[in-house]
């Protein structure tokens, strides 16, 4: 049997594959399905299936992605996903995924970012959504297991080999002890330890990476995380929520408190169409020195803008804004601020199989690395669900398959079980979700858009303080069920995915896409590597390997002239 932790399109591609293979898959998520983090992706997904430009090619989009990467990505990683693109979309359809269509009957793709080439398919705005519908169909007609509302705590490890994890129930706090002969873990990034993120409560709160790790996997590059530009202030319980970049393709003007339109002096020619690097940074830095909006932000006016435009074309961002602020934004700006958004670094992993250094342990979706380097393009991160979601289910399939047995830990399992006891008897003083908090305020203070030495340290010194008094949480379920027993583990979480940030950040010492140094503004070429943590070895320095002369003639700059770049 194979386990699945995560439920959103990562892990449903992966147990659909496993389902189909014939092999016994459970997967366990802690949100509903319906629910995943997937949902919330708008824009589409990429493959060069060249039905609007029949000039591109897997090779070109291979060469948009390293291009974008700053060379961070993995060349091995970026020729698989887009190599195998073309059969991500197919399986889809062969799910029975509605994509828009040209009246021809071609399925549509736009332009996304920088490809050089139309190769971004989509169904309207919601195509995460439709995507999730569609995978939780084909699950169901496979009749594959699929848990709600289960928490796991910990993989279970023996002699260097995964036999399975252990969990709780959210509601009722039953225990789980799932004996598996593979795991693969689909458990998101770690997004949620800033202040303001896209993701909501309790998700992307580094499950994953302190899963991996526990269990003696490593991190590449937990440092390289996107911020998208246009995250909402208010309220509190909606801070970085996203206005779709949309809003800014579609004729959004950016301006600052003093009612100047800021991106002439960053990016003059593109405006507001920059990159999402550039235009974050842009933001980040009127705000910085003294020039934001009362609440820390810039306005995003869309006002001047035909009310039937925005209606047609971004109906989401204007039922958003009226359901959390009452705000009408065809009469009024929106006040917004960097969020952070994408975490391109994770697990490491291998590139053919994305199998980790714990023999039986896959990772993928964002809770793995090698695909995006520095910037994530627009689009990738879809069919990176499901080109890994397909490999990973077929070689956790024929290593499961290839066990004569599967030996276990007692002590192991003893471990897991005590770790959930020693929580829930925790009387002490300390509030999980205050101390929760605390590390948001460290990251967004110090590893936020801009980062510096004086401050990765500060921020390593704070989080240390907060390390200390984590042995003093008190934990309580109450009659409403366990949820605070899961923010103890979220916390855990939290604080291992904040260390290595920190550690990382202060290691690369450069100023390389997403990852900007404000006293390294540089990029510094000796640093193009991938740097590799773990608790117990710190940081090591991962060479990448050159990219194939095929693709390498094909990275050029792409124009990006009446597009939005991301």
């Not at 390289?224 to 004729?251: D, K, N, W, Y």
């Not at 003059?268 to 550039?278: F, Q």
């Not at 509030?431 to 990765?456: C, F, H, K, P, W």
Request: glycine fraction near 10%; aromatic fraction near 6%; charge should be negative.
């Amino acid at each position: 049997m194979v386990l699945v932790i995560g439920t959103g399109g990562a892990g449903l591609r992966a147990a659909i594959e496993l389902a189909e293979a014939g092999v016994d898959v459970l997967a366990v998520g802690k949100r509903a399905k319906e629910d995943a983090h997937t949902a919330l992706a708008a824009g589409g997904i990429n493959a060069a299936l060249a039905t609007m430009d029949p000039e591109d090619t897997w090779q070109q989009h291979a060469a948009d992605t390293l291009k974008e990467s700053y060379l961070l990505a993995d060349p091995r990683t970026v020729e698989i996903v887009t190599r195998g693109a073309a059969q991500g979309i197919g399986d889809l359809e062969r799910y029975g995924m509605a994509f828009a269509r040209e009246e021809d009957g071609r399925l549509s793709q736009r332009f996304f970012g920088a490809h050089k080439f139309r190769r971004t398919a989509f169904a309207g705005d919601y195509t995460g959504l439709e995507i999730q519908r569609t995978l939780i169909r084909r699950a169901g007609r496979l009749d594959i297991p699929v848990l709600d509302g289960v928490y796991i705590t910990r993989l279970l490890v023996h002699d260097g080999a995964v036999f399975g994890a252990y969990g709780f129930d959210l509601a009722k706090g039953t225990r789980y002890l799932i004996h598996a002969d593979a795991v693969i873990l689909a458990a998101g990034g770690h997004t949620r330890i800033w202040r303001r993120t896209s993701s909501r409560r309790d998700e992307n709160t580094g499950d994953s990476f302190r899963l991996a790790v526990e269990a003696g996997a490593r991190l590449r590059d937990p440092e390289l995380v996107q911020f998208h530009p246009s995250g909402i202030i208010e309220p509190e319980h909606a801070a970085g929520t996203l206005v779709s970049e949309a809003a800014r393709g579609e004729g959004g003007i950016l301006r600052n408190a003093l009612g100047e339109r800021f991106m002439s002096r960053y990016d003059p020619d593109r405006m507001e169409l920059s990159t999402r690097d550039r235009v974050a940074l842009a933001s980040y830095t009127e705000i910085q020195e003294g020039r934001g909006t009362p609440h820390g932000g810039v306005w995003l006016d869309v006002s001047h803008l035909p009310r039937q435009t925005i209606m047609t074309r971004l109906p989401r961002v204007y039922q958003t804004l009226m359901d959390l602020q009452m705000l009408d934004i065809t009469r009024e700006p929106i006040e917004i601020a960097p969020t952070a958004h994408y975490s391109m670094g994770g697990v490491w992993v291998r590139p053919e199989d994305h199998s980790t250094d714990v023999r039986g342990l896959y990772a993928i979706g964002e809770a793995s690395s090698g695909l995006h380097g520095a910037n994530r393009l627009g689009g990738n991160s879809l069919i990176e669900l499901l080109v890994f979601g397909r490999l990973t289910g077929q070689a956790a399939a024929a290593y499961s398959q290839s066990l004569p047995a599967q030996p276990r830990s007692a002590s192991a399992i003893a471990q897991a079980r005590e770790e959930v006891d020693q929580l829930l008897a925790a009387d002490g003083p300390e509030n999980v979700r205050a101390l929760q908090r605390a590390v948001r305020d460290i990251m967004t203070a110090y590893a936020g858009v801009v980062r510096s030495e004086e401050g990765l340290r500060a921020g390593l010194a704070e989080l240390a303080v907060i390390e200390k008094r984590m042995e003093d949480v008190g934990v309580h379920p109450d009659i409403a069920g366990y949820q605070d027993l899961a923010h103890a583990f979220d916390l855990k979480s939290a604080t291992l995915a904040a260390r290595a940030t920190l550690e990382a950040a202060l290691e690369r010492r450069e100023t390389r896409g997403c990852h900007n140094r404000s006293d390294y503004p540089e990029l510094d070429p000796a640093l193009q590597v991938n740097l590799v943590w773990s608790p117990t070895t710190g940081i090591t320095r991962e060479s990448i390997p050159a990219v194939p002369d095929e693709i390498a003639s094909l990275m050029e700059e792409v124009s990006t002239e009446g597009k939005l770049a991301e």
